[in-house]
């Protein structure tokens, strides 16, 4: 049996489609729940599925159902660990027991406090517009609170993690750089190219442009919004993507938005359907993503199958993952200044970086990857 220790939120469903299709009936998840925040996903429904629990987080249940199945089985993964409650489960686990940790981001990019993941104008931004007592809370107080998790982590990645997965080695290579990591490097992903079905490829009115992924200052909007100062945006809509995140960064945004480009601005700021957000998809050209962290993977990788032109950042991660794999993806520090007009990418290359994810991403590639990574894991 596998344990997965996972949470309430938008990839539990991929998850437990993944592993129920490789390993039927030998996984338990062990899903946490945030009571205040209510109930993400339809709980009667995944409860048909599989062997799954939905328990609130540091509760006196979540403990007792934790350390029953864990002890029980002899592996265990953690889909994150950027939470603090998952760093102290951690440090209780029996040394007999395996632990693959999948490495989302946010546990390097959230918790180390030598990270800064703003750009100039949005930290200036942001900072100035944050209540006194929150600048204070956030200057100080939370960069103590991020030291002492992340010495929880550190102590946890070398002494505890038996394996790191993800697909974005990069993420890796800079961790190694900021601790000491015992852990042996594995291969995970929740992404597939059957994730891109909802989209309808060939629009003739690829002209749209899309920004970000949420309402996190990590986006550095407001660094982005000013790469268009000379560019021709004539008959586009600016996509914004703000559903979910920072409310009080959501409405800078808005407002920021409004005063560059006025009525081309189209902030989202309701969750929308797969198949509403593919649509929208559908009608850019162009995917710009400011972050100088690993971000919106999926999003980044649904609207390359579309055949959309990315601009990511040099330092991100998943850029240097994109082009590694052989990716046409381009700078925003290189690339978007060459031209004052914004350009669909062309057909011939689309269709090769379509082709790349079907070779690299098709869902028999990625499930078989996944099995013969966790076999590796059970027979070490």
Request: net charge positive.
């Amino acid at each position: 049996m596998i344990v997965h220790i996972v949470d309430d939120e938008k990839f539990l469903n991929k998850t437990i489609e993944i592993f129920e299709s490789i390993f039927p009936n030998q996984n338990y998840f062990l899903v946490g729940v945030e009571e205040e925040m209510g109930f993400y996903n339809k709980k009667e429904e995944l409860i048909k599925l599989t062997s799954i629990e939905f328990v609130e987080i540091n509760s006196k249940d979540y403990y007792e159902k934790f350390h029953y199945n864990v002890d029980k089985n002899t592996l265990v993964i953690f889909h994150s660990l950027h939470k603090t409650y998952k760093l102290k489960l951690i440090t209780n686990i029996q040394a007999k027991i395996k632990i693959a940790w999948y490495f989302w981001g946010a546990e390097l990019y959230g918790l180390n406090p030598k990270i800064n993941n703003l750009l100039p104008l949005t930290q200036r931004v942001y900072f100035k517009n944050l209540p006194f007592w929150t600048y204070i809370k956030k200057k100080v107080f939370s960069q103590l609170k991020k030291q002492y998790y992340w010495d929880l982590f550190k102590k946890a990645l070398k002494d505890k993690v038996d394996y790191t997965i993800t697909n974005v080695t990069e993420d890796i290579d800079l961790l190694d750089e900021f601790t000491e990591n015992n852990s042996k490097r594995g291969w995970f992903t929740y992404y597939s190219s059957d994730m891109n079905r909802e989209l309808e490829r060939g629009s003739s009115k690829k002209i749209n442009i899309l920004i970000g992924n949420s309402s996190s200052e990590t986006n550095n909007h407001f660094d982005a919004f000013q790469l268009f100062n000379e560019k021709n945006i004539q008959g586009k809509k600016i996509y914004i993507p703000l559903s979910y995140g920072d409310n009080k960064y959501r409405e800078l945004v808005i407002k920021e938005a409004d005063f560059i480009f006025g009525e081309k601005a189209e902030p989202l700021v309701d969750f929308l359907s797969t198949k509403e957000y593919s649509k929208i998809i559908d009608s850019c050209s162009v995917l710009i993503m400011n972050h100088k962290r690993q971000q919106a993977y999926n999003t980044i990788m649904i609207a390359i199958a579309n055949g959309c032109k990315v601009y990511l950042r040099e330092e991100n991660t998943i850029f240097k993952l994109l082009k590694r794999e052989g990716f046409y993806v381009y700078s925003i520090q290189s690339d978007w200044s060459k031209s004052t007009e914004i350009e669909m990418l062309d057909i011939k290359i689309q269709e090769y970086n379509r082709e790349l994810i079907r070779k690299l991403y098709s869902t028999n590639v990625v499930r078989s990857r996944i099995k013969a990574q966790v076999l590796e894991i059970f027979n070490e």
